[in-house]
């Protein structure tokens, strides 16, 4: 079974930088296909990019250039690397866990959500 915690979130200005971390215990970590997805009140979660079991990565448009993700699977860590921050951005963070290949900027099986991690770009 695995657990995840994000850390990192926080409040920022328009153009600024931020990382987030994801911490994964148990030992399939390195099998999943991860991810990090984004949501706003009163929108579905978004899948923002994900990370095959392989280590290919897909992210959406709309951060391509600005985000990167990478996966450490020897710290079972997932980290979100977001340079120039949009006000757009603001919102919910959660690292996402499972099955083995993406689906788009998601898990083609998410089996293990964080708990969250709030990002606030304030312009």
């Known amino acids: 079974q695995s657990h995840l915690v994000e850390s990192g979130g926080g409040l920022v200005q328009l153009g600024t930088s931020l990382t987030l971390t994801c911490e994964a215990s148990g030992s399939r970590f390195q099998y999943y296909a991860v991810a990090w997805f984004r949501q706003v009140p009163g929108k579905e979660r978004e899948g923002l990019v994900c990370i095959g079991s392989s280590g290919d990565k897909d992210y959406i448009d709309s951060v391509k250039g600005r985000f990167t993700a990478d996966r450490d699977n020897a710290k079972h860590t997932l980290h979100l690397q977001m340079n120039n921050l949009k006000p757009e951005d603001t919102g919910e963070y959660y690292c996402?866990?499972?099955?083995?290949?993406?689906?788009?900027?998601?898990?083609?099986?998410?089996?293990?959500w964080g708990q969250g991690t709030q990002v606030t770009v304030s312009s």
């Open positions: 996402a866990a499972g099955g083995f290949y993406c689906s788009g900027a998601g898990p083609n099986k998410v089996e293990h």
